[in-house]
């Protein structure tokens, strides 16, 4: 028999006291006591090593007598989803789903049950924010009808533990993780205690029933998902959904995944009757481009196993006072000061005295050296007032000394840059030996950032 005792505890030296306590009386510090759930009898370490998939009985085994099994998988009828998954969604596994409110994680899993419904599993979704005739609405609106999706209104996991047990179903969606509370647990719903407490009585019950459960959780002002940074690491799979409000994009990504990379990106299109895939992303982020605009260039960046090309802005206007401004939207901002640096010591750019605003159009991240030369093209077209031709895409590394580093999967973006009807590619001259380019693009070798500014703007 499990059983719980609550007590309190000094985050900093360890204190313990039965009741909370303002100040704390072992290190003199205040606000550091949190609440701890003891839990005692029972095999707690079973489910734990249930979930990592190890038995409790195990020994040391040599490596090639262990036998592999692909996870079962099951794919839903999003392949952006799947794709940033790894592949389907892993039976058993733990999903946490995190994001901005409003931005569409219950539209999401609403949508994603009933297509996992649909095939013939038991899906329950179980709603701590909306009472069961909101949800109805939400689904009406996304044309939803399943027998196999069961809605719940419940936020007492005693409750939904009980349910669980007898609805049996494949898949369970919290939404949300901040307002299950565990009625053993004193704390308010939402606090650390019990976002822990429940995250880990949730892994137990789908581990040990090989359920798949999505758990939705809030992101703070900073933009980690509230509650201890502790809940990413007991759960297998971390999924971000970002996007600007204003905008109708929404971007899915993975930061953690136990079954699958890490560097998949699943795009989506919010629409009046829920959520669409975006299959070509491309085309979107180079829709609303200001051709021959000064400072605007196109660079084909991998996300993940898939070349995506992206406008990246660039605009460099006199300071007006004090000291220059740098600011980067959607890359590294600490890549524009170098960048700038690069221009001015080898090519002899006059930017210290320059403002200089970068942003990379459609809302996307990119977080790669591949950009690099992209960007310092930008920078140079802004500030010299010269507009690069719009059949144009660079790419490539830019180094210290100004010279121009080759950068991985160079065919694959290539290739993307050729579909989308460009003519000609500026790239790392060390990239080009070993393979041919499609037919009808250009392609220009530069080793130098002088020789790629030669090349885009013809200076
Ligand atoms: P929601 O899924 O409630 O966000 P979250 O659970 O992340 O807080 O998303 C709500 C927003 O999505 C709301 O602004 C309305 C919009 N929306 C659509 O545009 N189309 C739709 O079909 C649905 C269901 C919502
Ligand atoms: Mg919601």
């Keep these: 028999m499990v059983k719980r005792k609550t007590k309190f505890m000094c985050q900093e030296c360890g204190y313990e006291s039965p009741k909370w306590l303002g100040k704390c009386p072992g290190c003199g510090e205040w606000n550091k006591m949190v609440e701890e759930v003891e839990v005692t009898g029972g095999n707690r370490r079973g489910a734990f090593a249930h979930s990592q998939g190890v038995s409790t009985l195990s020994k040391p085994t040599p490596i090639t007598a262990i036998e592999t099994l692909t996870e079962p998988r099951i794919l839903t009828d999003l392949n952006e989803l799947n794709r940033v998954l790894g592949g389907g969604v892993v039976k058993g596994s733990l999903v946490l789903i995190g994001g901005d409110p409003g931005i569409g994680k219950s539209t999401l899993l609403l949508q994603v049950s009933s297509q996992l419904a649909n095939k013939g599993n038991q899906v329950l979704y179980i709603s701590g924010e909306e009472s069961l005739r909101q949800t109805k609405l939400r689904a009406e609106r996304l044309g939803i009808k399943s027998e196999n999706l069961f809605v719940y209104s419940e936020t007492n996991l005693e409750e939904i533990n009980r349910n669980i047990e007898s609805t049996n179903p494949s898949f369970v969606i919290i939404d949300s993780i901040q307002t299950v509370f565990h009625p053993e ?135 007006s006072f004090g000291n220059p401004r740098r600011m980067a939207t959607g890359i590294d901002h600490n890549r524009v000061p170098l960048l700038m640096a690069v221009l001015e010591k080898r090519m002899g750019l006059l930017l210290q005295n320059q403002d200089a605003y970068l942003k990379v159009a459609g809302g996307v991240k990119l977080d790669e050296p591949a950009i690099d030369l992209a960007i310092a093209v930008s920078i140079a077209s802004s500030f010299r007032d010269k507009p690069t031709r719009a059949t144009d895409c660079i790419i490539g590394e830019v180094g210290l000394t100004g010279e121009v580093r080759r950068v991985s999967r160079i065919e694959q973006r290539v290739q993307e840059a050729a579909k989308l009807g460009f003519e000609r590619v500026i790239l790392p001259a060390n990239n080009l030996s070993g393979w041919q380019g499609p037919k009808g693009v250009e392609l220009i070798g530069v080793s130098t950032v002088g020789e790629a500014l030669k090349a885009a703007l013809g200076v």
């Design 185 to 319: 647990v004193t704390s308010a719903p939402g606090s650390v205690s019990q976002v822990r407490e429940c995250t880990s009585e949730l892994m137990r019950i789908g581990k040990t029933k090989g359920i798949a459960i999505f758990i939705v959780g809030h992101v703070t002002k900073e933009g980690s998902i509230a509650g201890p940074r502790l809940l990413e690491h007991m759960v297998d799979t971390v999924l971000y959904f970002e996007g600007e409000r204003h905008h109708t994009y929404r971007i899915l990504r993975a930061v953690k995944n136990r079954f699958g990379s890490t560097n998949e990106m699943g795009i989506f299109e919010m629409k009046e009757f829920g959520l669409d895939e975006v299959a070509n992303p491309s085309e979107i982020f180079l829709e609303e481009r200001s051709q021959g605009a000064a400072g605007s260039t196109v660079v084909a960046s991998m996300e993940g196993t898939r070349p995506v090309l992206v406008e990246i802005q660039a605009l460099i206007s006199p300071t």
